[in-house]
């Protein structure tokens, strides 16, 4: 079975920032389908503001249109999950908040990011719930082969 995922904004700038490294490879294991991204309304938000700015991409070797059509492949291998009841895990950062009440929705087994100190500074703790950096995914994900 194909795991779940929640993907942090920070590791989809990465990953286009760098053409190597583990947020390129958990990128490319979603287009390839090897594990399943989960979206939501506040994330696909958050990914498309990120997105329309230059700054987060100045070292980035695609133009804006590029980056574009890469978004939209993404887009297009992302599960749409809608989230009904939230569960305000009182992170340090409340606007990572989205990120747990998505994976709860959806039955992710992990969220991946490179913020997993703020995302486990949560009171309401989800055991079945991993918060992995990409390069712990990628370790993880090469064990169940």
Known sequence: MIERVVMDTSVLVAALNSSVGGSRAVVRMCLEKTCQ????QALFSEYEDVMSRDQPFARCSLTAAERGELFDAFLGVCQWTTVFFLWRPNLSDEADNHLIEL????????????NTKDLRSGELR???LRIET???????ASKKK
């Open 37 to 40: 991204p989960l979206i939501g």
């Open 134 to 140: 990409p390069g712990d995914f990628l370790k993880r």
């Open 126 to 128: 989800f055991p079945q």
């Open 103 to 114: 994976a709860i929705a959806g039955g992710a087994e992990s969220i991946i990011s490179h």
